[in-house]
T-cell receptor, first 117, second 113 residues
Framework: AQKITQTQPGMFVQEKEAVTLDCTYD???????LFWYKQPSSGEMIFLIY??????QNATEGRYSLNFQKARKSANLVISASQLGDSAMYFC??????????????FGQGTTLQVKP | KAGVTQTPRYLIKTRGQQVTLSCSPI?????VSWYQQTPGQGLQFLFE???????NKGNFPGRFSGRQFSNSRSEMNVSTLELGDSALYLC????????????FGNGTRLTVT
């Protein structure tokens, strides 16, 4: 069975500093995708970044980067230069094998990030 | 492009009633998925529809059902509501493709009293 583990229920970071949110996963699939989403208090889920299991380079999207360590089954999100607007819940998610699983993601429990001014 | 639109935003229902939630995906997206989010269980996959066919189903009782129309719009129905069905229901759409992210709507917050 697939599983996503986020061990940090809550984190604080000072504005303009970098922060790493941890995510480990478990799957027997050879081919899979990893996603990070941000959920502000308003409730919408915002896609941040994607990493494929066969991607050799770590994904980056603006201030977001994904530290992908396949052997350790970890996919940590790094946010550089934190901003007050980054305060939100962050979810790590995985899509398992098979092209028919497009819509099915397994989510972790989330990490609440608070950015201090 | 317009994003994923969910209606209504808020619903209050009584135990035993039924409810229908609506979702309009991003234009061109044929996959529509539904998720339930609660503080205790987190985000759980309900089901996915693709080209009007249910392609995947999560571990929810038969009281939870859905359908997709030819224009890719989707509805989710919950019959015989229970207090535990109170949750944020999120709809997401995506293109085909393994690296395609899900794009979520703002959700429907259902309260069952």
């Amino acid at each position: 069975a697939q599983k996503i583990t986020q061990t940090q229920p809550g984190m604080f970071v000072q504005e303009k500093e970098a922060v790493t949110l941890d995510c480990t996963y478990d799957t027997s699939d050879q081919s899979y995708g990893l996603f990070w989403y941000k959920q502000p208090s308003s409730g919408e889920m915002i896609f941040l970044i994607y990493q494929g299991s066969y991607d050799e380079q770590n994904a980056t999207e603006g201030r977001y980067s994904l530290n992908f360590q396949k052997a350790r089954k970890s996919a940590n999100l790094v946010i550089s230069a934190s901003q007050l607007g980054d305060s939100a819940m962050y979810f790590c998610a995985m899509r398992g094998g098979g092209s028919s699983n497009t819509g099915k993601l397994i989510f972790g429990q989330g990490t609440t990030l608070q950015v201090k001014p | 492009k317009a994003g994923v639109t969910q209606t209504p935003r808020y619903l209050i229902k009584t135990r035993g009633q039924q409810v229908t939630l609506s979702c309009s995906p991003i234009s061109g997206h044929r996959s529509v998925s539904w998720y339930q989010q609660t503080p205790g269980q987190g985000l759980q996959f309900l089901f996915e529809y693709f080209s009007e066919t249910q392609r995947n189903k999560g571990n929810f009782p038969g009281r939870f059902s859905g359908r997709q129309f030819s224009n890719s719009r989707s509805e989710m129905n919950v019959s015989t509501l229970e207090l535990g069905d109170s949750a944020l229901y999120l709809c997401a759409s995506s293109q085909q493709g393994y690296n395609s992210p899900l794009h979520f709507g703002n959700g429907t917050r259902l309260t069952v009293t």
